[in-house]
């Protein structure tokens, strides 16, 4: 009869069936997926010709720490090449700059990387680069004078997938969807290709045959073609005049104008 009584006292002693519930610990670092949200940041390219400008968008982004710069470019071709190396989230970018303009360069890394965001940063909100936003599906156009608030707003607006544009690029928008006519008497935009443009931001310039093959890594025969195809679609027969169109269709900054012998 002990042998019993002890037995039952060793079966009492045993619970080692309450160990499971230290698996109940696991739900304590409740805390912990809020954590991984904290460090998890918008990756941003900055792109503007101006250090200054530079300078000030990354003192002003940096106050926001979801909000991470990973790399700043002077040109819309190098930003280009910096897209496919650094993998941002988004770009904010200015369009009249040399070489490339930003407008151009959105068109191209578009074609690249189609997840990348790009809000375009520009003193002008002419109708010829709103028009070319809206044809060429950029989500974000800001102004240079939005305040700075207003500025991080569309960045995370854009990370999230949506676009937002200045309130008077917003309302100019509107009025030229509502101008287009809706019959047959409209006529398209002429389209280049993306290496027509280039050639013709650097005929503007005032860069020679010999200096547009060197930068875009061509040969001058290949930069007689693109001129001359561009004269031919265009219906226009002198550099002048080509200069004349770069500005009036937003391929260079209008202030480039003054420097341009027309």
Do not use: C, W
């Amino acid at each position: 009869m002990k042998k019993i009584t002890l037995s039952k006292r060793v079966l009492k002693v045993s619970p080692r069936k309450s160990k499971p519930l230290v698996l109940t610990k696991r739900s304590a670092p409740a805390n912990q997926p809020s954590k991984t949200k904290a460090t998890t940041s918008i990756r941003l390219m900055i792109v503007d010709d101006h250090a200054f400008i530079r300078e000030s968008l990354r003192s002003l982004v940096d106050l926001d720490k979801t909000i991470e710069i990973v790399g700043e470019a002077d040109n819309g071709r190098k930003a280009i090449e910096m897209v496919a190396e650094l993998h941002p989230t988004l770009l904010l970018m200015d369009i009249g700059m040399p070489r490339l303009n930003g407008l151009a360069a959105a068109r191209q890394i578009r074609q690249l990387a189609p997840d990348v965001g790009i809000i375009l940063l520009t003193a002008f909100g002419t109708d010829q680069y709103i028009q070319q936003v809206i044809d060429g599906d950029i989500h974000g156009y800001l102004l240079k004078d939005s305040p700075s608030s207003l500025i991080t707003h569309a960045i995370h607006e854009v990370a999230k997938g949506n676009t937002f544009h200045s309130p008077a690029i917003s309302r100019r928008m509107r009025t030229i969807y509502n101008e287009i006519p809706s019959g047959n008497g409209h006529k398209p935009p002429m389209k280049l290709t993306n290496r027509e443009i280039e050639v013709l931001q650097l005929i503007a310039e005032g860069a020679a045959n010999k200096q547009v093959a060197g930068e875009l890594n061509i040969s001058i025969k290949t930069v007689e073609k693109h001129r001359q195809n561009l004269m031919d679609k265009l219906r226009i027969h002198d550099t002048a005049s080509l200069t004349r169109y770069a500005i009036s269709s937003g391929v260079i900054d209008n202030m480039v104008q003054t420097l341009l012998p027309i």
